[in-house]
């Protein structure tokens, strides 16, 4: 699991939020953030705003705000595993796959859990009370 997180970080700090929001929306330098018209509802003074030292951003317009991966997922309409595989392929990240072995030994219980269900379900169904 930390492996992920740490993909996450590595995603996060390779698409920093002033640049990737800037090809969607026109931003201005308003001391150490930038400052925009919100891509999610019409409006026309800024109300959206960038901040630098969060990578984070917030419409007080529409209360919409997040990180990259919450703008991604909002402008693109993705899921959040699709918002990541769109902003590794952006930045040349590998996504890491998924392991094999582990896998097929979830399974495995699984299918050991449901063949036991079955078998206590049907056990409990015979009984003759």
């Not at 026309?44 to 960038?50: E, L």
């Amino acid at each position: 699991m930390a492996e992920f997180e740490d993909f996450i970080s590595e995603i996060r700090n390779a698409n920093p939020l002033e640049n990737f929001i800037g090809t969607y929306v026109s931003l201005k330098k308003s001391s150490r953030n930038y400052v925009g018209n919100c891509p999610f509802h019409s409006e026309r003074t800024p109300s959206f705003t960038v901040f630098t030292d969060t990578q984070s951003f917030y419409c007080f317009g529409c209360h919409a705000g997040g990180d990259v991966i919450t703008f991604t997922m909002k402008m693109e309409n993705l899921e959040f595993i699709e918002a990541l595989k769109f902003l590794a392929e952006k930045s040349n990240i590998p996504f890491p796959e998924k392991n094999t072995e582990k896998t097929k030994n979830k399974t495995r219980i699984y299918e050991m859990n449901r063949l036991s269900a079955n078998f206590f379900y049907n056990n409990l169904l015979s009984l003759k009370l």
